[in-house]
Structures are given as structure tokens and as C-alpha cells.
């Protein structure tokens, strides 16, 4: 089993800096709650990196172009954070439910019950 974390974001240097910017001058329109978890403006969360780092859990993330790269058929809003297991991809968290998670620790706590 390997959780696909899918970040309402396209891979890229520019698009990259115009989402510091967006986060940085009006975060509360920022589109993606994944992105603004686990990542500060600049830099990856230091508790995210060290959950990440140090969890059992395969992870692989995603920008949402890469997604729909590798997985073309797939018709997900973003951000989410998928299951895939068998082959098979299911939701674990959809947008609405990361909307709602208000740090990083919750959103490590949510996971790890999952799990």
C-alpha cells in the first residue's frame, strides 16, 4: 500500500514562486491545504519532514500535472491524498476534508489512523 499525496499545484521552478507569493500575500485564497500544511512559504514543515522521514508508510507526492500524467482516466479534485493499493486507487482525504484540518500534527494524527 502507498498513500498518493496530490497537490493542487503544478510542478516547476516559476510555478514554485508564484505560489510562495500567493501564500505569502493572501493565504487565505490559497487553493491548496496540503501545500499550506506541509510546507511553510519558502520550505518543507520541519514536523512534516520529519513524519515523512521517519514513518513506514510508502508516500509519494504529486503535483497535480504529474498526476494527471501518470494517471490520465483519473477525474480527482484537488488536493488529495489517495490509497494505492492492488492497483487500485481509493480517496482517503478529499478537499473538503483537508479544508478542515487546521495543522500539520492533526493532519499526521488523521493519517496514522488510517493507517
Not at 38 to 64: D, L, Q
Not at 72 to 77: C, E, L
Request: glycine letters at 2%; one cysteine or more.
Amino acid at each position: 500500500m502507498t498513500l498518493l499525496f496530490v497537490y493542487n499545484a503544478n510542478s516547476g521552478k516559476l510555478n514554485a514562486l508564484l505560489d510562495a507569493g500567493h501564500k505569502l500575500l493572501s493565504p487565505k485564497t490559497y487553493q491548496c491545504n496540503l501545500c499550506a500544511l506541509t510546507f511553510n512559504t519558502f520550505s518543507e514543515n520541519s514536523i512534516w519532514t520529519s513524519f515523512r522521514e521517519n514513518s513506514k508508510i510508502a508516500m509519494v507526492f504529486y503535483h497535480k500535472d504529474e498526476f494527471e500524467a501518470k494517471f490520465p482516466k483519473s477525474t480527482i479534485p484537488y488536493p488529495a491524498i489517495l490509497k494505492l493499493e492492488d492497483n487500485a486507487l481509493t480517496m482517503l482525504f478529499d478537499n473538503d476534508h483537508l479544508e478542515n484540518i487546521l495543522s500539520v500534527e492533526d493532519l499526521i494524527t488523521q493519517i496514522k489512523s488510517k493507517m
